[in-house]
């Protein structure tokens, strides 16, 4: 959800060439910071902070997945934050606990594998809904190869 405190946000915030040539530090760490909002299926856990970036959220969890599938367990921060969500593999169920929450989801592996490109779609969303131009950013092209999203 974007945050009303983030001038990026607003169309009048950025001019769509500067939208065009943002890159991977613009958007991980300076522009479009957001409230999450995380649905495990059963209920919604909100990470509000001062705001995270967009794009920064959709890199935790593409490395949260990473790790899980190559050693069965990941912890991953934000960037500017440090918000944490741990992930831990058990069988065909991963397990998965909050920093910013008492919860605890424990969802499919297959739901857990396809989180990458369900966050990455979502965050598209919501940036093409303010900034069609972002339709145009090589860096969140690039992206969309590395996550395996296509539209």
């Not at 613009?26 to 479009?32: E, I, S, V």
């Not at 909100?46 to 912890?75: K, N, W, Y």
């Not at 918000?83 to 297959?110: C, H, P, Q």
Request: charge should be negative; hydrophobic fraction near 40%; include cysteine.
């Amino acid at each position: 959800m974007p945050r009303d405190d983030d001038p990026s946000w607003r169309l009048t915030g950025m001019s769509n060439l500067s939208i065009r040539a943002l890159n991977a530090d613009d958007l991980t760490f300076h522009y479009f910071n957001s409230d999450v909002v995380i649905n495990d299926g059963n209920v919604e856990i909100h990470l509000r902070t001062p705001g995270i970036p967009v794009v920064d959220f959709v890199l935790m969890i593409v490395q949260l997945c990473r790790e899980v599938a190559s050693s069965g367990t990941s912890h991953v921060e934000s960037s500017q934050t440090q918000d944490s969500i741990y992930a831990t593999r058990r069988g065909d169920m991963v397990e998965i606990t909050y920093s910013f929450s008492e919860v605890v989801s424990t969802i499919s592996l297959d739901e857990f594998n396809e989180a990458p490109i369900r966050a990455l779609q979502s965050a598209l969303e919501v940036l093409n809904s303010t900034h069609e131009e972002m339709l145009l950013n090589d860096y969140l092209g690039n992206l969309k190869g590395i996550v395996g999203f296509t539209d």
